[in-house]
T-cell receptor, first 113, second 115 residues
Framework: KQEVTQIPAALSVPEGENLVLNCSFTDSAIYNLQWFRQDPGKGLTSLLLIQSSQREQTSGRLNASLDKSSGRSTLYIAASQPGDSATYLC????????????FGKGTKLTVNP | DTAVSQTPKYLVTQMGNDKSIKCEQN?????MYWYKQDSKKFLKIMFS???????INETVPNRFSPKSPDKAHLNLHINSLELGDSAVYFC??????????????FGSGTQLSVL
């Protein structure tokens, strides 16, 4: 059974810092992976999608990478801003498994002005 | 324009009641989903439909019955509500019948509280 762990559970940083959020899967055969952002009282917004043939994706100040051999992914946020404060969730689909996204519990990020 | 919209946003009800949550997407997607986020913040899939056909039913109690009148709508009906049903329910959609290569778009959630 696929399980997803996100470390740290919470992170508080001063504005301007670069930071890394981590995600790991018990089953490393990840077919594709998505990083989402969830704001309080709102739904999830897809940030980056790493498809089966890719190793990383970049969007603005965000960069996500996936190491399929270890089943680990990182989300790098450059020059963090207070508006980045939210909970970040990773989710993946296991190769050869059912076509369901399995989510981590998320990392709650607070960027202080 | 809201891409995936669900109503109501909040739902407070008594144990034993029957309630429905509605979801609509205007993205032209083929596939829609219901996810449940429990108090521990885990998001788990409940159902997915592709072009009105059920493709994933994730061992959800049969008190939960999804209904898809067309591919733009996926409603969730819950019978005989129990305390443990309290959670936030999210609707989502994606382009194909496989999530594999397409992003998932989520609604803003329905917070269900069963008293």
């Amino acid at each position: 059974k696929q399980e997803v762990t996100q470390i740290p559970a919470a992170l508080s940083v001063p504005e301007g810092e670069n930071l890394v959020l981590n995600c790991s899967f018990t089953d490393s055969a990840i077919y594709n992976l998505q990083w989402f952002r969830q704001d309080p009282g709102k739904g999830l917004t897809s940030l980056l999608l790493i498809q089966s043939s890719q190793r990383e994706q970049t969007s603005g100040r965000l960069n996500a990478s996936l190491d399929k051999s270890s089943g680990r992914s990182t989300l790098y946020i450059a020059a963090s801003q207070p508006g980045d404060s939210a909970t970040y969730l990773c989710a993946g689909i296991t190769q050869g498994g059912s076509e369901k996204l399995v989510f981590g519990k998320g990392t709650k990020l607070t960027v202080n002005p | 324009d809201t891409a995936v919209s669900q109503t109501p946003k909040y739902l407070v009800t008594q144990m034993g009641n029957d309630k429905s949550i509605k979801c609509e997407q205007n993205l032209g997607h083929d596939t829609m989903y219901w996810y449940k986020q429990d108090s521990k913040k885990f998001l788990k899939i409940m159902f997915s439909y592709n072009n009105k056909e059920l493709i994933i039913n994730e061992t959800v109690p049969n008190r939960f019955s999804p209904k898809s009148p067309d591919k733009a709508h996926l409603n969730l009906h819950i019978n005989s509500l129990e305390l443990g049903d309290s959670a936030v329910y999210f609707c989502a959609s994606s382009q194909w019948d496989r999530v594999t290569n397409e992003k998932l778009f989520f609604g803003s959630g329905t917070q269900l509280s069963v008293l």
